[in-house]
């Protein structure tokens, strides 16, 4: 019942008076935090996927924040909501299909002992990233001291992350994090597309 740091010391009966230790802290938590997503790397190819508990995350009077353990989620009861309302799911995890496209989702949990309540996750928009998106170039050769524009589709529910080949090294291009890009030099570039459950990489486009 009390926090703290714990140690439990096993002595051996023999002639060198060998011992063994083993140490362990306990924490008190003033909150939690939940991660939802899933751990399907393909969840944007099928018709659908799981959106899941990731973790569970305790945080202390301190700062720090300490992992549970899945069998401390036995703890707790769960709620999946659907755009603001109950779906009736009550495990650690839910189907989605393609028809869910936009929808928001958030899973609530209640410590059963009552102390923390209505612990919700940040909310997980389904987006899926079609597989035959292309980027589109305003033109493919660059006039000498001009520029041209590589673009793909824009979603509010989508990361970009631009890069160029360099000597068949894929170089990130820092802080070209919209749907468009703006070329001044030749060569190879490509786009990765992230959304909330899946990633794709767009095929590269040679200006």
């Known amino acids: ?3 703290g740091q714990y140690r439990v010391e096993v002595d051996a009966t023999d002639a060198c008076n ?15 935090e939940i991660e939802i997503g899933t751990n399907d790397q393909n969840a944007c190819d099928g018709d659908t996927f799981t959106l899941e508990l990731i973790e569970m995350v305790g945080e202390t009077i301190t700062g720090l924040k300490v992992p549970l353990l899945e069998e401390q989620w036995a703890f707790f009861d769960f709620e999946w909501f659907k755009d603001g309302t109950s779906t009736g799911d009550t495990t650690t995890s839910i189907d989605i299909s393609q028809s869910d496209e936009d929808a ?17 996750s940040d909310p997980v928009i389904v987006a899926f990233i ?3 998106i292309v980027i589109e170039a305003s033109a493919l050769v660059i006039e000498e001291g001009g520029s041209i524009t590589l673009s793909v589709p824009q979603n509010a529910a989508y990361t970009y992350q631009w890069y160029r080949k360099v000597d068949d090294q894929d170089v990130l291009l820092e802080g070209q994090t919209a749907n468009t890009l703006e070329v001044t030099e030749n060569g190879i570039y490509f786009v990765i597309i992230s959304s909330a459950i899946c990633q794709a990489t767009i095929p590269e486009i040679n200006i």
């Open 130 to 132: 079609p597989n035959d």
């Open 18 to 32: 060998s011992m063994l230790f083993s140490e362990t802290e306990i924490f008190a938590p003033t909150g939690f």
């Open 104 to 120: 928001s989702y958030v899973l609530r949990a209640d410590l059963r002992t009552g102390e923390f309540t209505n612990i919700n």
């Open 1 to 3: 019942t009390f926090v």
